[in-house]
């Protein structure tokens, strides 16, 4: 399931279309001050790649809600 699409209820694969219903890893670096990992469908994937970082989670603010509230959940499990 892709991260970014599943929270939009999007259906990532016929989304995608045959052949490219591919998810990738996705690791970000800059944009949450640590290293997080998503997992993006080809679409997303590309539209990150094109918009860079900031502009994407711009763009999918409950993506970024989402994955701050599992980063802070993952800092109390030491
Ligand atoms: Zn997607």
Same mark, same amino acid.
Not at 14 to 23: A, E, I, M, T, Y
Not at 59 to 67: C, G, T, V, W
Not at 70 to 78: G, I, L, M
């Given at each position: 399931m892709c991260d970014a699409c599943s929270i939009k209820n999007r259906n990532w694969s016929?989304?995608?279309?045959?052949?490219?219903?591919?998810?990738? $890893?996705?690791? %970000?670096f800059s944009y949450f001050g640590s290293e997080t990992r998503v997992r993006l469908?080809?679409?997303c994937s590309m539209?990150?790649?094109r918009l860079g970082e900031s502009n994407f989670f711009q763009? $999918?603010?409950? %993506?970024?809600?989402?994955?701050k509230q599992?980063?802070?959940?993952?800092?109390?499990?030491?």
């Open positions: 016929l989304h995608n279309g045959p052949g490219k219903s591919k998810l990738e $890893n996705v690791r %970000l469908c080809y679409l539209q990150l790649f763009s $999918n603010p409950a %993506l970024e809600k989402q994955i599992s980063n802070s959940v993952d800092s109390f499990d030491f």
